[in-house]
């Protein structure tokens, strides 16, 4: 009697089991993805820009609300502007962020990038000793061709980026604009950064072109002064590229997209705005992107 009562007991367990699981809802499993499916963008993108971006601290000011708002990490590479192009031509960054119009422009005709728009502009001033033994603050302070043929007269120390950044293509323009083609013991061509060619001018007395960003956020470290501003001459405009994708499976093109149009949003262009002005006084950067 208790075994027929067991083995009863044994087929209820059993029906019940089968019930339960038959009634349980079994998920589809994914489909699987097609090779003609375009990824979706990945979580970082690699920014190719100019040392001014990075040494006047507006990076390290905007990006971190860019990630917190989109989740992109942007990956930075901060060279000349010459050299921030190259890398776009070779298609090792996603976006370029430059202040050489003309190389910028002939790097999208080329079809290394897709659009070129602009993003805010600042401007180029010549620094030099405080003592400013040349009197360019004087008799230059406006016109920076007759302050670089007074530096060559006089043929005081200057310290050239030497780098094909756009900071150094602005100062041949300005030297070849004067008749003069820079050379010996007083033109140092140092091939840095503008931070370290001004930390150069400023350890050796001379004199450089410097972009006003990146001045401003050393000048309490430096010796140095403006001694030539507000020449329409020293204009510096920023544009922004995406690279053209066809380079290579690595461009992460929607990432890119985000970050131009982040950048040239009111958001974007409000932030560059207030940059700088709690500790300077002043914008470092002028938003200027078209509506």
Aim: charged share 25%; net charge negative.
């Amino acid at each position: 009697m208790k075994r027929k009562s067991l083995i009863a007991l044994t087929l209820i367990m059993h029906m019940l089991l089968s019930f339960t699981v038959g009634c349980t809802k079994q998920e589809p499993a994914p489909a699987p993805a097609t090779a003609d499916e375009k990824p979706l963008a990945g979580t970082a993108i690699i920014l190719s820009t100019t040392t001014s971006t990075e040494n006047s601290g507006l990076l390290d000011f905007l990006l971190p609300k860019f990630k917190d708002e989109t989740g992109i990490e942007v990956k930075v590479i901060a060279v000349g502007s010459g050299q921030a192009i190259k890398l776009g031509e070779d298609g090792e960054a996603d976006v370029i962020l430059a202040h050489a119009k003309a190389s910028e422009e002939a790097f999208v005709a080329a079809g290394h990038g897709l659009e070129r728009f602009e993003v805010m502009y600042n401007d180029f001033v010549v620094l030099g000793p405080k003592e400013d033994s040349l009197k360019l603050s004087e008799n230059a302070k406006a016109d920076v061709v007759k302050a670089f043929q007074l530096i060559k007269e006089n043929e005081a120390t200057f310290i050239s980026r030497g780098d094909d950044s756009g900071t150094h293509k602005a100062e041949l323009t300005h030297w070849k604009s004067a008749a003069i083609e820079p050379s010996g013991k007083w033109y140092i061509s140092a091939g840095k950064g503008m931070g370290d060619v001004i930390q150069m001018a400023d350890e050796m007395q001379g004199y450089t072109l410097a972009d006003r960003a990146t001045y401003l956020s050393m000048m309490d470290k430096v010796d140095l002064t403006v001694a030539v501003e507000g020449d329409k001459k020293l204009f510096n405009q920023y544009g922004i590229i995406a690279v053209n994708p066809n380079k290579n499976e690595k461009i992460n093109a929607e990432g890119a997209q985000a970050f131009i149009e982040w950048m040239l949003s009111e958001e974007g262009q409000a932030l560059i705005a207030e940059f700088g002005k709690d500790q300077y006084g002043q914008s470092l950067f002028i938003p200027n992107a078209k509506k």
